[in-house]
């Protein structure tokens, strides 16, 4: 049971660092330093990835409108400007398909430790406050999906990439800094971040699974539970913590968010130096 609880709390976590732009797994690691599942390694590691899917799934949930191509009443057509839109979501994920995939294990063992996850929450937070401050004196240039050019969508697939190989950067953080810096609005921005992270995830996750069981390793009935609590409680929280974002930015900007990755990050460098 206690370790049941302590999937609630890692579900809770998830589900609100997932979409605020502070780095979910900055956050998952900082709280197994204090709350430790009683669990294989092999099992953490895909656990910390596959939880992700109760977060994606409010995602799907929440914008099923926007992201259904089809629609069926009279005689079944394709919606253009959401086929539109998953076509620039596919060339924004081109470069973690391309590098990201094929290197995830090597980008793991040089860059999965807490130096890298703190320098990347006070990097990335600077940057939010700078692009920010820039943006004060100039209007968004796309202001839509469906004013994102496709050549945007790709660069702002690289900064997703960079989240990839940097833990701490933050996948929903730097794509909305890319994508701040090309002119993008708020709104848009975290939209295509939402939607970004559909196959992303999916495939990240499916990707955990596959290695965990080609290693030859099962699930016990509790890390069944575990993992199922957790991805539960993932969705719930997401559903909140997308609807205070989308909220928030209609009237506020990013930098709340850098400052907070600036604190955390000084925060993560001084306990893993003094511990």
């Known amino acids: ?72 009443r009279g005689g079944g057509i394709i919606r253009q400007d959401v086929f539109s839109m998953w076509c620039k979501v596919i060339v924004g994920c081109l470069p973690a398909v391309i590098v990201g995939l094929p290197f995830d294990s090597l980008f793991e063992e040089l860059f999965y430790n807490y130096q890298t996850v703190a320098i990347a929450l006070i990097v990335f937070g600077v940057a939010f406050i700078v692009i920010e401050n820039k943006n004060k004196k100039r209007k ?31 996948r929903s953080g730097s794509t909305i800094v890319g994508a701040l810096y090309l002119g993008v609005s708020r709104t848009a921005a975290a939209e295509f971040t939402f939607f970004m992270a559909i ?57 709340v968010f850098g400052w907070y990755r600036i604190v955390l990050g000084v925060l993560v460098l001084a306990y893993f130096m003094i511990r």
């Not at 839509?144 to 701490?168: C, K, R, V």
């Open 140 to 170: 968004p240039r796309m202001k839509s999906i469906a004013q994102l050019t496709y050549p945007a969508a790709f660069i702002i697939g690289i900064f997703q990439l960079i989240a990839g190989i940097f833990p701490g950067t933050s």
């Open 1 to 72: 049971m206690a370790e049941l609880w302590k999937a609630v709390l890692f579900g809770i976590v998830e589900g609100i660092t997932e979409w605020l732009p502070i780095s979910s797994t900055g956050h998952m690691i900082l709280l197994n330093e204090f709350v430790k599942l009683d669990v294989s390694p092999e099992f953490w590691d895909m656990f910390l990835v596959v939880v992700q899917l109760g977060a994606i799934l409010a995602v799907v949930m929440l914008y099923w409108n926007r992201i259904f191509p089809f629609r069926f």
């Open 199 to 255: 196959p992303v995830m999916f495939g990240a996750s499916l990707l955990k699974i596959v290695k965990f069981l080609l290693k030859g390793m099962t699930l016990s009935g509790t890390e069944w539970m575990i993992l199922a609590v957790g991805c539960i409680v993932a969705f719930a929280v997401s559903v909140a913590a997308i609807k205070f974002l989308m909220g928030y930015i209609k009237k506020h900007n990013f930098k």
